[in-house]
DNA sequence: GACCCAAATTTAAACGATTCACTTTCAAAC
DNA sequence: GTTTGAAAGTGAATCGTTTAAATTTGGGTC
């Protein structure tokens, strides 16, 4: 009981593969009456086509890769969705890979992606696979780096001013009329990190305020943020920081849920404010000042400028879109009297 | 430029194609110094297999397909975690595809994964597609089903005894003194839905107590957790109940949303109780007692069913592994006094 | 009735890896 | 010195679809 193949079909509807082709693929004129039968053909037997013959013979594959740092992360599942949603008006589908901010599982999913010739790829990189990039446009997938500004401007890009969503965020902070900061933030080597944390510095400097104390983070998620929360509380009370900027929402949480277990009050002694406004940090135990990315619009315009290129592929003009970051004040910078 | 091939590797290695490929697939003895040319060749030339050649011979491919109903709710990136930690185990690769609660979506991506002959499906179903599932099974794609307990047995599960897990909740709810219960859950025809509501009706007449009021929901999304609980806050006051039991977290974290909105403090005049235990429960405003699945674990136990079922297709011993749910206390329930 | 044209359909050649039946090689055994 | 057999390597056939060129069909025109 082999599965149907067009063969079958075409020998049930009495016409020749040629045809069954055609109907699949409306590539073609066919007579409505041939159609019809065929389609009789395909129900009667279930036929369903062979994804791996198209694409071996067309050379490419449907369907777009997305390559996010956290799955667990709400950020990057709303980036995902935006993209489901705009990739399913072109008729596309998506398949999602996690790279969980790990370089050697990065790569593991390119070489997947590159296998099976995606179509594209929307990527968050991690680990340093420009090169590997490259390669994969090269050969035919355009690639769209998303929350990323790429300086090379070799690809196209979506990505949200960090520095000056770091910078607004520090400015909160001044604001309220804090003065002893802290920056608690993942691996330096990511970008956004990076770029959050030099605008704080700028802000700071720029405001003659006290230096910023750094506090450096393994990953972006939440059990980093409780670490790093319990080194502030380790130092000398002199020291310890009033106000704390964390590298994103997760990691917020994480310094939240440290501090509180401490008896710290938030925002009394110690006021907080995170990076993406994701759902659930505006309903956490205190509602957490965030600086909003809008992520689903991030996923949506990344695939636009990805099918910009699929359609175009000698397209050599890159775009970048930059979004303008947005605070978002609650209760953890701001006591409710 | 157009990519090498097998061929090319040949001819520049000094080999044949087969030997090639028994290199690439470690299928048969090959000398270490042959091995060693061709692989060298592989780096020159950058080759990638084709996974489409590859797949289109060999008739399955090396991925494994897995559709949650919401991307969004952590509970399921949690399952599609521990499956893919499995999974990497086994070298090979997850797929991810979200239904978003959407019978029409489910149906679409249950084309892809059939289109790409993906070698097992993991899948929390939607809607009705238990023959699509059978199908895809018979064509030797194994389908191992998610947090659902299949009566038909007809295939092997992975899932957590729902109704007991809403007796769990009720019974805590009835035993901190509260009388005036309200489910409140996402669509009826949702399996888990089902069981959690029956289970909470059952401990209902097992404790002789007042039925449970039932609010029906279109999804088990936090919207529509703030919709059901300003069906509530509309009651008349004798009416009000002052507990609800939410079908999952997402509606919990909602229906705290609205009620605190409204002035109604939870736990004093409502309280609340989840199921999923996901992170952010725990840390929201109020932190929030729940059921806990151990998701993770359900991930990586419905990939072993599923590898096993691959090993071995010839399998009609389908297992089923129920998890116990737990309850877990915090503070909307019991005042911390 | 010969001719032309467009529409509909057919046919056969790809696409690139894997597989399996078949050589070749070479050392050990008699 | 012949035989044997295991190890290493070869290469043609194959998987199922798409596609482009070729062919058929059936009016419409003169």
Redesign the interface.
Known sequence: ?A?ANVRDVAALAGVSVGTVSNVLNQSKRVAPETARRVHDAIDKL?F??????R??RVGQ?R?VGIMVLD??N?FF??I??GA?DAL?QHGR?L????S?EDSA?EL??L??F????VSGLLITPVGNVLSRLE?LR??GSPVVLVDRHENARTFSSVSVDDQRGGQLAVEHLLDVGRTKLAFVGGPKAVLQVADRSRGARDAISERGARPIRMVELDTMR?DAGRVGAEQLLALAPADRPDAVFAANDLIA?GV??ALTHAGVRVPDDIAIIGYDDI??AA?????ITSIRQPAWEMGRTATELLMAEIADPGLRDYRHVVFQPELVVRASTVSPG
């Open positions: 009981m599965a279930g369903i086509r062979n994804d791996a013959a694409q071996l594959s369907t799955v667990s709400p599942t709303d995902a969705r489901e399913s589908s398949i999602l890979g996690n969980g599982r593991s999913y070489d997947l590159e296998e099976q010739r390669r090269d050969r939440a949480l939240l849920q759902y659930f309903n956490a135990a205190i509602p």
